[in-house]
Nanobody
Framework: QIQLVESGGGLVQPGGTLRLSCIAS????????VGWFRQAPGKEREGISC????????FYADEVKGRFTISRDNAENTVYLQMNNLKPEDTAVYYC???????????????????????WGKGALVTVSS
């Protein structure tokens, strides 16, 4: 059974840090680009960072560039999102997704098509509040 499972969410104060993990099972992990998407209350889901299967290409949305870092360890079937200098507007449910359907990580992160991803995790809540 193919699964993506997120972990590492929680409550953090503004300016704090968190590291999210997305662990995959049941797939040949390095065949898939993986992305982090988030959905804040009342807002649409948005792609914030995506990484290619081999890890050589990555993309960041403007609102997280310079604060978030995506990385992957294919030996451990895991993608990480290091989040620094968190802001209240980063509060959201964070989802990881895996796909072979897009020609670039930019295209993957820009996608508004839920079905464009092969697999989704169930999400991890990140709350940034004092």
């Amino acid at each position: 059974q193919i699964q993506l499972v997120e972990s590492g969410g929680g409550l953090v104060q503004p300016g704090g840090t968190l590291r999210l993990s997305c662990i995959a099972s049941g797939m040949i992990f390095d065949y898939y680009a993986v992305g982090w998407f988030r959905q804040a209350p009342g807002k649409e889901r948005e792609g914030i960072s995506c990484i290619s299967g081999g890890g050589e290409f990555s993309f960041y949305a403007d609102e997280v560039k310079g604060r978030f870092t995506i990385s992957r360890d294919n030996a451990e079937n895991t993608v990480y999102l290091q989040m620094n200098n968190l802001k209240p507007e980063d509060t959201a449910v964070y989802y990881c997704a895996a796909t072979k359907k897009y020609p670039s990580v930019q295209a993957m992160c820009a996608s508004q098509d839920y079905d464009g991803m092969n697999y989704w995790g169930k999400g991890a809540l990140v709350t940034v509040s004092s």
